[in-house]
C-alpha cells in the first residue's frame, strides 16, 4: 500500500474517534487537543535523531517502543494519543507518523472550514500586501485561509499560491517562459 494511502487512513480513523470524544474546557475540542498533541510529539521525533533510531529500528520490539513513548509523554498527552501511538508501533506504521500528523492536520483544518495557502514572491510582501492577498484568497475560496510566505528571487516579479493541489502562478517568470515558446511557436 502507497506511504500516503496508510498515512490518510491512520488520520481519518484517528479524527472519527477525536471528533467524537468529548469537549474540554481548555479546548474547543478533543481534535484541537489531539492536533496539538500530535505536533508536539512529532517535533519531538523530528528533532532528536536518537529516539529515531529507536522508534524506527525493526529489532526493538513493539513492547520497548510502546514503554519509551510512555516515559517520554506520559501525563503530557491525551490518552487517544497515548493509544494511538500505541497502535502505530502494534501495526509497525510509526515510520508513517510525520505523514499522519499532517493528514490529520488537513483533516482539522477541514473540519475548521481553514485551507492553508503557501504564498511565494519574488521579494518580501509588506503587510498591506499580505492582507490584500490574504481577503482574495478568503473570497475565491470562501474559506479562512493560513497563509506562509516564502521569497525565491528567481520569480523575478509576482506571485505564486499554493493551496492544496491548485497552484495560481502569476510569477514573472512564468510569463516571459509562455512569451518565450509563443515566439518560439511563431518562428
Not at 529489532?59 to 494511538?84: C, M, P, Y
Not at 512564468?174 to 509563443?182: G, I, V
Request: glycine letters at 6%; hydrophobic letters at 45%.
Amino acid at each position: 500500500m502507497l506511504r500516503g494511502a496508510v498515512a490518510v487512513r491512520y488520520a481519518e480513523a484517528l479524527y472519527e474517534i477525536a471528533s467524537r470524544e468529548k469537549v474540554l474546557p481548555k479546548y474547543k475540542s478533543m481534535v484541537d487537543r489531539v492536533e496539538e498533541e500530535l505536533k508536539a510529539v512529532d517535533k519531538v521525533i523530528r528533532e532528536n535523531s536518537d529516539l529515531q533510531k529507536l522508534l524506527y529500528h525493526p529489532r526493538i520490539t513493539a513492547e520497548e517502543k510502546k514503554d519509551l513513548l510512555q516515559k517520554l509523554f506520559k501525563g503530557k498527552i491525551s490518552d487517544v494519543t497515548a493509544n494511538f501511538l500505541a497502535l502505530l508501533v502494534d501495526r509497525r506504521r510509526e515510520t508513517f507518523f510525520g505523514e499522519i500528523v499532517a493528514e490529520f492536520v488537513k483533516l482539522a483544518n477541514a473540519g475548521r472550514n481553514i485551507i492553508t495557502a503557501q504564498v511565494t514572491s519574488a521579494v518580501e510582501l509588506n503587510d498591506q500586501e499580505k492582507g490584500d492577498l490574504n481577503r482574495i484568497l478568503v473570497r475565491l475560496t470562501g474559506k479562512k485561509v493560513k497563509t506562509s510566505y516564502a521569497v525565491d528571487p528567481s520569480l523575478i516579479g509576482g506571485v505564486v499560491v499554493r493551496m492544496g493541489d491548485k497552484i495560481i502562478d502569476g510569477s514573472l517568470k512564468t510569463r516571459l517562459a509562455s512569451l518565450k515558446e509563443r515566439l518560439l511557436a511563431i518562428s
